[in-house]
């Protein structure tokens, strides 16, 4: 990885440092845990640094973030550890006991200040209703379960972000037919065939 691949992202001199650890320990990493999908590990910064990255600009005033099924941190270590310099704190959930060792790993070397909850999302979420400002979710389940899943923060202030792939547009229709929701629209900085939804406000249709 060389600096100029991350001219999508203003990042400082240390968190560029720190991104390069999480890229190294994953690489070191998958030959013995598979954490990601062996196909995407010749493009780790755009597939999965950047894009996740990018989430940040969309919530610029965030404090407490809720990302939901992190596997091998991605969104939400990503997020983690470029958001320590103003202060973020980033609560990661995942069920898979050998990616939640691969987060508690990182965390620790890299200072992310996050914490890995190694629990299925329906029993975590609760406890972060009126205290996550922004909820995320990458690659984890169409848009009608997302919104079945995080309806209890929504509804009560939470910003939803939800990286999509070709398939948004289908996705918003089908989970139309099931919610009212305020869904913004955001191109991807790293797949021009991608969106990432900012939903702001539910309302479950009668």
């Known amino acids: 990885m060389t ?3 991350t001219s999508l992202a ?3 001199r240390e968190t560029l440092d720190r991104l390069k650890l999480l890229e190294s320990e994953l690489l070191r990493w998958q030959a013995i845990k598979n954490l990601v999908g062996p196909g995407t590990l010749d493009d780790i910064w755009t597939r999965h640094i950047v894009d996740s990255l990018q989430l940040l600009a969309a919530a610029p005033g965030a ?3 809720l990302d939901l099924g992190s596997g091998a941190g991605f969104p939400g270590l990503v997020i983690a550890i470029a958001g320590q310099e103003r202060g973020l704190s980033v609560d990661l959930v995942e069920s898979n ?3 939640c060792a691969f987060l508690r790993h990182v965390s620790r070397l890299t200072g992310a200040n996050a914490k890995i909850h190694e629990a299925r999302l329906e029993a ?3 406890q972060f209703v009126g205290r996550a400002q922004v909820v995320s979710a990458r690659a984890l389940a169409p848009l009608t379960k997302l919104l079945e899943w995080t309806e209890p923060l929504l509804k009560t202030g939470t910003t939803g972000l939800f990286p999509k792939g070709r398939d948004v547009d289908a996705e918003l229709t089908e989970a139309a037919r099931s ?3 305020n869904a913004e629209i955001l191109p991807s900085q790293t797949d021009s065939d991608a969106r990432i939804l900012r939903i702001t ?5 009668s």
């Open 179 to 181: 919610w009212k929701f």
């Open 63 to 65: 404090k407490t973030w």
């Open 124 to 126: 975590v979420i609760p």
């Open 10 to 12: 203003d990042v400082s």
């Open 97 to 99: 006991s050998r990616k």
């Open 3 to 5: 600096v100029s691949q």
């Open 201 to 205: 406000s539910i309302e479950r249709m």
